[in-house]
């Protein structure tokens, strides 16, 4: 049997269809690097949502067709994109202004852990060798108004990424609103991770032996189907 056959939940496009359906129309959207790049390829109907990329690109679209791209224009993870009409152009120290001024509306950012109270690691793991700093993703949590985050809800070696309390260095604390994963999306609230709706096959319990920390269900769980 093929892993594909076995495995339940959301697929990273998924996911990243899932984020762009919470996004407000007309907001403002910085996506980071790796899975978050993905949702750059949906806008629900009827909306217009204007995607950021902090080295200097505002109306970024989805990657392009292979062998169709342009190789100076990428995003901030060295990956080819689209402009979309009316996108713009300008120095990265004008992108950071918007980051710092508190001109974006929201971000989606991946994720190393989670923690329960909404503090976020997702550029070090700490170990020798590790990334020495923690780049442009320190701006985008303390500027930016809401931070999502979207993550396959265990690491490759099934260790939760959801935790009581974060093991490696903080990009922010506190900044954390939502997490996207692919077994379920969950709110950072009072008393901790609060699921608000269930990927295709998963139960509540599924996901809760798979967190690090107390998983409350929401109000009413919606179940995609």
């Known amino acids: 049997m093929s892993a594909d056959a076995d495995r339940i939940g959301w697929s990273r496009e998924e996911m990243a269809r899932r984020v762009a359906q919470d996004i407000p129309d007309g907001?403002?959207?910085?996506?980071?690097?790796?899975?978050?790049?993905?949702?750059?390829?949906?806008?629900?109907?009827g909306r217009e949502l204007i995607y950021h990329t902090e080295n200097g690109l505002l109306g970024m679209g989805p990657s392009p067709a292979e062998g169709a791209g342009d190789p100076e224009l990428i995003n901030a993870g060295k990956?080819?994109?689209?402009?979309?009409?009316?996108?713009?152009?300008f120095h990265q120290s004008d992108s950071f202004?918007?980051?710092?001024?508190?001109?974006?509306?929201?971000?989606?950012?991946?994720?190393?852990?989670?923690?329960?109270?909404?503090d976020l690691a997702n550029w070090s793991t700490g170990e020798?060798?590790?990334?020495?700093?923690?780049?442009?993703?320190?701006?985008?949590?303390?500027g930016v108004k809401a931070i999502y985050?979207?993550?396959?809800?265990?690491?490759?070696?099934g260790e939760p990424k959801l935790v009581g309390s974060c093991a490696y260095p903080l990009t922010g604390a506190g900044v954390v609103d939502r997490v996207y994963t692919d077994l379920a999306?969950?709110?950072?609230?009072?008393?901790?991770?609060?699921?608000?709706?269930?990927a295709p096959g998963v139960s509540f319990e599924?996901?809760?032996?798979?967190?690090?920390?107390?998983?409350?269900?929401g109000d009413a769980i919606a179940v995609s189907s």
Request: with cysteine; aromatic share 4%; net charge neutral.
């Open 206 to 217: 599924y996901v809760r032996e798979r967190t690090g920390a107390a998983l409350l269900p």
């Open 128 to 142: 020798e060798g590790a990334i020495p700093a923690v780049g442009g993703a320190m701006d985008l949590v303390a």
């Open 79 to 89: 990956r080819q994109v689209t402009a979309n009409a009316g996108a713009s152009f």
């Open 149 to 157: 985050v979207i993550t396959q809800h265990c690491t490759k070696r």
């Open 97 to 118: 202004a918007m980051i710092r001024g508190g001109h974006l509306d929201l971000c989606v950012l991946g994720a190393l852990q989670v923690a329960q109270n909404g």
């Open 27 to 45: 907001s403002y959207v910085n996506l980071g690097i790796g899975i978050p790049e993905l949702v750059a390829r949906f806008v629900p109907d």
């Open 185 to 198: 999306v969950i709110d950072v609230a009072a008393g901790g991770f609060r699921v608000s709706e269930l």
